[in-house]
């Protein structure tokens, strides 16, 4: 997985997962103070990052990143 977010190059890992293909990263980013969720898929090379909102559960966010994508594509 890749270890930078789009706001940060050195975020802090916290938490970590992988389902099926796909690596699912939770990350801080100490400069800004900012977290996002960050997913890649080794099968099909997809990889997107979902910053965490203050309205956001940052652990519900990271464990149903998919869900949370479709909903704010939905909204956009």
Do not use: C, Q
Request: proline share 5%.
């Amino acid at each position: 997985m890749t270890r930078r977010l789009t706001f940060d190059a050195n975020p802090k890992l916290l938490a970590i997962r992988r389902g099926g293909t796909a690596e699912i990263g939770l990350f801080w980013s100490r400069r800004t103070g900012r977290a996002a969720v960050a997913v890649e898929d080794a099968a099909t090379g997809e990889r997107f990052e979902l910053p965490v909102s203050p309205e956001d559960d940052a652990l519900e966010l990271y464990n149903h990143p998919y869900a949370y994508a479709a909903r704010r594509a939905e909204n956009a």
